[in-house]
């Protein structure tokens, strides 16, 4: 950096190895002192931060109460910039080096190594989140922040793992503080730290204000915890230009709106969490390009719309948690291709309808499955009720509410949780299934009662158990079936007369 150098600042903002050229007006200080450090630091930071509007401009540094003035402050009394050197030109060309970059219109010039400028543009942004932020005393001594023994790359708390982080060229990589004393807005001056992987600010509860557009500079990005925040607004568009991102947590916060096309972009993502936040909108197709994601958590959200049929093509997919939204329509028979899928949760989608894709019996790994307090009708046993099934826990409208003689919306005979819906709160009330009415059959056969043995009839099952209401009947033991030929319907137990009857799912709706 050297003395009358006038120069542009690049198109985006610089990473480490970037020869980067700020404009300023320097002088080498013969005995630093702070303010004279306060000056030269100003210099060459301020062509920096004018790039971008929202950045800081030089005025800023005129008022001394102001956060960035403070920075600087303290920048000038606890920073020592260790390349700094004058060299003499014979021309005033602009010349660049390996590590760093010299310009002159003079002969005299400073030198400052990229490293350098880099590790100062660092602390610059470090010290300036801790002026910014509020309750900075309470939460600033957990981490060790603002040491000025120490190197900012320690300013940590270790047995949380918490802190600022750093690789070995001694760059900030890591941006994790976890604080409910941490409040306000994330100033957009955290968007220089180029070189960042982690951004977690996860549990921050009292930190607001919206996503920056600036987060697409962070090209590195892998993995990024906004959840529990107080954060709002929408996921920027800009999101697409994180290819790296392995993880995006933003759930449990007031992150709302839809979610963006671009995530398609985000091939290595492996986990999105979006839960209990306000999302709206319906599931972008371009998660098709998804092709390494494992878990999905968006439930508890205003999600709408019909489930893409492009959710097939999802294959290392394994949790798939999209219950208590607003989706309508029928389940794709695509589903049937997540080979990998273990949990498949849709409960309390109301408008969820049609019957179950046979394709789901292809989910060989699938131990946890939930359609209560949905639309769906039909008999669920060709599909779930298998000798190959390995289903732990199933979940389904096959009850109806207590006192109530109607026949349930499904038949699912090795449902373990049978639902309905409750009128009063509108979701589904799940119960193991215990009763007797809740009896399903194979081919006119109960298969609740009989040590893995099918007993003659329905109705005799009825007869063995309609006595001892509430005891739970034995679970049939399905490696031991070998006539696995499934009836188009299903039996249960007819209300008003106690007998057993076939079940006819083409009737609708059904338990109206």
Same mark, same amino acid.
């Given at each position: 950096?050297?003395?009358n150098?006038?120069?542009t600042?690049?198109?985006?903002?610089p990473?480490a190895s970037?020869?980067?050229?700020?404009?300023a007006?320097?002088s080498m200080?013969?005995?630093?002192t702070?303010?004279?450090?306060?000056?030269?630091?100003?210099?060459?930071?301020t062509p920096?931060?004018?790039?971008e509007p929202?950045?800081?401009n030089?005025?800023?540094?005129?008022?001394?109460?102001s956060?960035?003035?403070?920075?600087?402050?303290w920048?000038?009394?606890n920073?020592q910039?260790s390349?700094?050197?004058q060299?003499?030109?014979?021309?005033?060309?602009l010349?660049n080096?390996?590590?760093g970059?010299?310009?002159?219109?003079?002969?005299?010039?400073?030198?400052?190594h990229?490293?350098d400028?880099?590790?100062l543009?660092?602390k610059y942004?470090l010290?300036?989140?801790?002026f910014k932020m509020?309750?900075s005393e309470?939460?600033?001594?957990?981490?060790?922040?603002?040491?000025?023994?120490?190197?900012h790359c320690?300013?940590?708390?270790?047995?949380e793992s918490?802190?600022?982080f750093?690789?070995?060229d001694?760059?900030?990589?890591?941006?994790?503080?976890?604080d409910?004393?941490i409040?306000?807005?994330?100033?957009d001056?955290?968007?220089?730290?180029t070189?960042?992987?982690n951004l977690?600010?996860g549990g921050?509860?009292?930190?607001?204000g919206?996503i920056?557009?600036y987060?697409g500079?962070l090209s590195? *990005?892998?993995?990024?915890?906004?959840?529990?925040t107080?954060?709002? %607004?929408? #996921?920027? =568009? !800009? &999101?697409g230009? @994180?290819?790296h991102?392995?993880r995006?947590?933003?759930?449990?916060?007031?992150?709302?709106?839809?979610?963006?096309?671009?995530?398609g972009n985000?091939?290595?993502?492996?986990?999105i969490d979006?839960?209990?936040?306000?999302m709206?909108?319906?599931l972008p197709v371009?998660?098709?390009n998804?092709v390494n994601?494992?878990?999905v958590?968006?439930?508890n959200?205003l999600l709408?719309g019909?489930?893409?049929t492009?959710?097939g093509?999802?294959?290392? *997919?394994?949790v798939?948690?999209?219950e208590d939204?607003?989706?309508? %329509?029928q #389940?794709p =028979? !695509? &589903?049937?291709? @997540?080979?990998?899928?273990?949990q498949?949760?849709l409960?309390?989608n109301?408008?969820?309808?049609?019957?179950?894709?046979?394709q789901?019996?292809?989910?060989?790994?699938?131990?946890?499955?939930?359609?209560?307090?949905?639309s769906?009708?039909?008999?669920?046993?060709?599909?779930?009720c298998l000798?190959t099934n390995?289903?732990?826990?199933?979940?389904?409208?096959?009850?109806?509410?207590?006192?109530?003689?109607?026949?349930?919306s499904v038949a699912?005979s090795?449902?373990?949780?049978?639902?309905?819906t409750?009128?009063d709160?509108?979701?589904?009330?799940?119960?193991?299934?215990?009763?007797?009415?809740?009896?399903?059959?194979y081919n006119?056969?109960?298969?609740s009662c009989?040590n893995?043995?099918?007993v003659s009839?329905?109705d005799?099952?009825?007869d063995?158990?309609?006595s001892s209401?509430?005891?739970?009947?034995?679970w049939?033991?399905?490696?031991?079936?070998?006539?696995?030929e499934?009836?188009s319907g299903s039996?249960?137990?007819?209300?008003t007369t106690g007998?057993?009857?076939?079940?006819?799912?083409?009737d609708a709706?059904?338990?109206?």
């Open positions: 950096v050297s003395s150098s006038l120069s600042f690049p198109s985006s903002l990473s970037a020869s980067i050229q700020p404009s007006m320097l200080p013969a005995s630093p702070a303010d004279s450090l306060f000056l030269l630091y100003t210099n060459i930071l920096i931060l004018e790039a929202s950045f800081t030089r005025s800023v540094f005129e008022d001394p109460t956060p960035e003035s403070q920075t600087m402050e920048l000038s009394k920073h910039i390349s700094l050197s060299q003499t030109f014979s021309t005033g060309r010349r080096f390996d590590h970059i010299a310009s002159s219109r003079s002969e005299t010039t400073l030198i400052l990229a490293s400028l880099n590790e543009l660092e942004v010290v300036l989140l801790y509020g309750n309470q939460w600033a001594p957990l981490y060790n922040y603002l040491d000025p023994d120490s190197h320690q300013w940590q708390n270790p047995s918490k802190g600022i750093c690789d070995d001694l760059e900030v990589i890591g941006f994790q503080l976890s409910r004393f409040s306000g807005t994330i100033p001056e955290l968007y220089l730290l070189n960042l992987w977690d600010l921050c509860t009292n930190i607001r919206t920056s557009t987060i500079r590195d *990005l892998w993995d990024v915890r906004l959840d529990g107080s954060m709002e %607004g929408s #996921i920027p =568009s !800009e &999101i230009m @994180l290819t991102m392995w995006w947590a933003s759930y449990d916060s007031h992150v709302n709106g839809s979610l963006p096309t671009e995530l985000l091939i290595d993502l492996e986990v979006v839960k209990g936040s306000a709206t909108g319906p371009e998660l098709g998804l994601l494992e878990s958590y968006m439930f959200n709408t019909s489930l893409p492009e959710i093509l999802m294959t290392s *997919l394994r798939f948690y999209i939204c607003q989706f309508h %329509g #389940i =028979s !695509e &589903i049937g291709q @997540l080979v990998d899928l273990e498949l949760y409960q309390n109301k408008q969820l309808n049609g019957t179950l894709p046979s789901i019996s292809n989910l060989r790994n699938l131990k946890d499955f939930s359609i209560g307090g949905t769906i009708v039909g008999n669920l046993d060709p599909i779930l000798a390995t289903l732990d826990r199933i979940w389904a409208d096959c009850s109806t509410p207590p006192g109530v003689s109607i026949l349930s699912c090795c449902c373990r949780h049978c639902c309905y409750d009128e709160s509108g979701d589904a009330e799940c119960d193991r299934q215990t009763n007797p009415a809740y009896t399903m059959c006119n056969e109960c298969t009989g893995g043995r099918f009839s329905c005799e099952c009825i063995r158990n309609v209401l509430g005891t739970p009947p034995q049939i033991d399905f490696d031991e079936i070998t006539n696995m499934i009836c039996c249960a137990l007819e209300g007998m057993c009857k076939m079940r006819n799912f083409t709706p059904l338990g109206a």
